[in-house]
C-alpha cells in the first residue's frame, strides 16, 4: 500500500517551536509562558523574566505574575501596566495594614482608635484593588482561551 515514511525528529523539530510558543508549561525552575517569559519563585516573591529584553517585574501571587505576562504576550500594555500598579498597591497596603494592626492596641486610646480606623481604611482599600485586578486576571484568561482557539484553528487549516 502507499505507506509514508515518517521522520519523527524531523516532524518533532517542525512543531516543537509552533507548540512551546503557545503554551505554559512548568520546568525545573518554574513557569515558561509561551517561551517568552520565565516565572521564578524566589523569597517568597514571584519574579518574572521577559527573555525579549531581560525586563523583570516582582508579584506576590504566581497568578497576578501569569496575568502580567498573559496580558504583555498580547500586547494588551496598559492592562499589564495596570496589573504591575494594582500588585504594587496591594502589596504596600498590605504591609501599611500590618503596621497599623500592630499600633491598634498601643499607646492612648485615640491612637488607638484612629490606628484600628486606618487600618480598616487600608482593608477597604486592599479589597477594592483586589477587585478590579480580578477583573484583569478574568481579562488574560479569555486572552488565554482566544490565543488557543486562534492557534487550534490555524493549526486545523493545515
Known amino acids: 500500500m502507499g505507506e509514508k515514511n515518517v521522520d519523527?525528529?524531523?516532524l518533532i523539530?517542525?512543531?516543537?517551536?509552533?507548540l512551546l510558543s503557545n503554551i505554559i508549561y512548568k520546568?525545573?525552575?518554574?513557569?515558561?509562558?509561551y517561551e517568552k517569559y520565565h516565572i521564578?519563585?524566589?523569597?517568597?516573591?514571584?519574579?518574572?523574566?521577559?527573555?525579549?529584553?531581560?525586563?523583570?517585574?516582582y508579584f506576590s501571587k504566581l497568578r497576578h505574575a501569569a496575568s502580567w505576562a498573559i496580558l504583555d504576550r498580547y500586547n494588551?500594555?496598559?492592562?499589564?501596566?495596570?496589573?504591575?500598579?494594582?500588585?504594587?498597591?496591594?502589596?504596600s497596603i498590605a504591609a501599611e495594614r500590618l503596621i497599623h494592626k500592630s499600633l491598634q492596641g498601643k499607646g492612648p486610646l485615640e491612637h488607638r482608635e484612629i490606628n484600628r480606623d486606618k487600618y480598616l481604611v487600608d482593608l477597604d482599600k486592599q479589597k477594592?484593588?483586589?477587585?478590579?485586578?480580578?477583573k484583569y486576571i478574568i481579562l488574560a484568561k479569555k486572552c488565554q482561551d482566544k490565543g488557543y482557539e486562534n492557534e487550534l484553528t490555524r493549526t486545523a487549516r493545515k
Not at 523539530?13 to 509552533?18: D, E, K, R, S, V
Not at 520546568?27 to 509562558?33: A, P, Q, R
Not at 494588551?76 to 502589596?91: N, S, T
Open 76 to 91: 494588551k500594555i496598559p492592562e499589564a501596566k495596570r496589573v504591575l500598579e494594582l500588585e504594587q498597591r496591594i502589596f
Open 13 to 18: 523539530n517542525g512543531i516543537a517551536p509552533t
Open 128 to 134: 477594592k484593588f483586589q477587585m478590579e485586578l480580578d
Open 27 to 33: 520546568d525545573d525552575t518554574g513557569y515558561v509562558l
Open 8 to 10: 519523527f525528529d524531523e
Open 40 to 57: 521564578i519563585k524566589k523569597n517568597g516573591l514571584y519574579m518574572v523574566i521577559r527573555n525579549t529584553d531581560d525586563k523583570v517585574v
